[in-house]
C-alpha cells in the first residue's frame, strides 16, 4: 500500500494529539496533513490539501449531530476520500446507523481496541462496515438475539397453527384496530362475525380448550409473549 493524506477532525486537544500520536507511532503509511477541532477549519484544509482518508470525530462542539452532516457533505463533495468515524459515542447506537446511512467507511469506538493499523488500512483498501471489536460484539449480539427471536417465532407459528389471517388479526389488535376495521382492510377477506370466531378460536389455541372471559389485550399480549407478532414489526396492512 503507497502512503497516505489525514485530516483529523476533533475538538479536544488532548484526544487530538494522542489520535495523532498513534498514526506517528502506529501507522507509518499515513501523513497526517491538517487537524481541525470545528467543521469551520476542515473545509479550507479539504481545498487546500485534499487528503485520502478524514478521521472524523461525531461530537464537535457539544452536538452530536455535526460530524453526521460533515459525513454527508464529505460524501457529496469529495466521493472519493475515505471517512472513518472515531467517536466517543459509545452509547448512542441510532448515531452509528445516521454516520453509516450517511455514507461513513466504518466506525471505530473510542474504547477497547481504539485505532489500530487494520482498522486504517482496511479502511483505505476500501471495504466498508469496518468496525473495531465493541461495535461488532454488540452486532453479533444483534443477530444473535434476532435469529433467536425469528426461530421462536416460526415454532410458535406450527405449534399453534398460525396462518397469516391469525397474524393479521392479531397484529391489527395490537395496533388497536376494532374488528369492523380490521374487516375493512383489503387483506382481510373476512366480515367482522368470522373475525369474531377466529378471535374465540385462537384463544382456545392460545390458552387452551374451555377458557373464557379472555379480551383482545389477553390474546395479544400472549401472541406477543409467545413471539406470534413482535413489537418491532408492528405495521398496519393498507
Known sequence: MEK????????VKLELKGTEQIFRADIPLAEVVGTAMTETELWPLMNSNTPDLVLLDLGLGGSTTVGVDICKQLRRRYPQVHVLIFTGEVLNERLWVDVLDAGADGIVLKSGELLTPD???SVMEGK???FNRPIL???VQ????SVLT????SEALLDYDIDEYDERLLRHLALGYTKDMIANLRTMPFGVKSLEKR???LVSRLFGEG??????????TKALQLGIINLDNLTPDD
Open 137 to 139: 460484539e454488540k452486532i
Open 150 to 153: 425469528e426461530s421462536r417465532r
Open 4 to 11: 497516505f493524506k489525514v485530516i483529523i477532525v476533533e475538538d
Open 128 to 130: 466498508k462496515f469496518v
Open 142 to 145: 444483534r443477530f444473535r438475539q
Open 119 to 121: 482498522l486504517v488500512y
Open 211 to 220: 377458557q373464557t372471559g379472555v379480551n383482545a389485550t389477553r390474546l395479544v
Open 199 to 201: 378471535q374465540v378460536d
